[in-house]
């Protein structure tokens, strides 16, 4: 492997005008745990096999933490230092779910799980629906759409706002503050320089949680801002900033997956119409929808790579690894890994064994897995019941990001359905 493919694998911009899939083949095959430096002043183990990264995931808080030095990869020099970098300085705090080893970690996911255990996320599905057929009722009269922005990012947007309590006035703030977060590179989310821009939706999207959850404080109400005000971790309650960092967490979690899987998924059933042909033969069967969502997680990877540090030597897939070392864990090469998946660079909604890690694994399985299977399937049902002669109106278009990877622009033409058919019948 070279330095070429390392700086690549560090420059978020490199993900929005090139296809990276080539370096994590090449890294699976030559050199599956490698020392990666790149633009950065820190290196790190880039890990790229599914049987490396289940071992990883596997031992999260024993001999890996994420709490350490946080759960990704700066996106460049500038973001290294917690002092120069909001963002790097919160994930380094240990003040969210998503960056907590241990018991902390255990106790305070315990408090939110309600919210996504089978039973509540099965309580979620009439608004689900009712969100996701009044969206689409709009957009069947056009006949025309940016499919990523204009559906498969604002159902999950609408959905966990809802359930965080977030009125709809904050809604199209959020969804552009937070690409700021995810792609601070990516020129059409700029607002100055890219720490300028990360900065500015960090502090944005946390700002806006804390002002709201601190008006519901005390006020009884059922919402995941509500149950933030009243959480605990040792037994004390959340700071302002744990509020608005688990805040943000939870509405970018919540719909970053299910927009980029989504996006892929219809890419690739537009390049491949037999398999969009299959699925609405058998829209009525629950497992079909359910494998097909799993395959777009397969494919598309929402989140492109997780980072832990070793806490004490080890060795990874017969690699030596010091303590304190970083490893970072591509999820594009674990799910495309041909001795796990049958012909893994075949997009395939048909597949029947499909052990992904796109959900991760162990402690930090996601927490909204349930929730996202439940957005993806009421959408695919949705569309292939109401969206006929699809096809692609413009070129598609990638997120500068080596974070949160994906389609940021989708265009695509349709025929359809009467969309006042579908309001009534979500009414």
Known sequence: ????????????????????????RR?????????????????????????DMRFVLSNDTSIFSVQRHGANLPAGPEFEAPEDALFTELTHSGAQLAIMDGQPHTDLRRQFWTFFSPGGVRDLEGMVRRITGNLLADLLEQGSCDFTTD???????????????IPESHWADLYRWNNMLAAPEDPEFAVGDALATQTAGVANIMRTCIELAASKRGRGGADLLTALTTAEINGRPLTDTEIGFNGLMFFA????????????????MLADPGQWAYLRDNRQDRDVLRRAGEEFVRYSAPLTHTLRTATEDTAIGGQKIAAGDWVVLWFHGANRDPAVFVDPERFDVTRVKNEHLGFALG?????????????????????LEHLEDIEPAGPVEMASSN????????????????????????A
């Open 1 to 24: 492997m070279g330095e070429h493919d390392d700086i690549n694998l560090t420059t978020p911009s490199f993900f929005g005008r090139h296809d990276p899939h080539p370096i994590w």
């Open 27 to 51: 890294l699976r095959s030559e050199d599956p745990v490698h020392w990666t430096q790149g633009r950065l002043r820190h290196g790190f183990w880039s890990v790229t096999r599914h049987a």
């Open 151 to 165: 559906f498969a990012g604002k159902v999950p947007t609408a959905v966990i706002a809802a359930i965080l309590g």
């Open 253 to 268: 979690a919540g719909h970053e997956t299910t927009r980029a899987s989504m996006s892929t998924g219809l890419a690739e």
């Open 363 to 383: 402690k930090h399985f996601c927490l909204g897995t349930h929730l996202a299977r439940l957005d993806m399937a009421v959408m695919l049902s949705a569309m």
């Open 403 to 426: 974070l949160f990877w994906g389609i940021k622009h989708l265009p695509i033409r349709f025929r359809a359905k009467s969309g006042r058919a579908l309001r009534e019948a979500v």
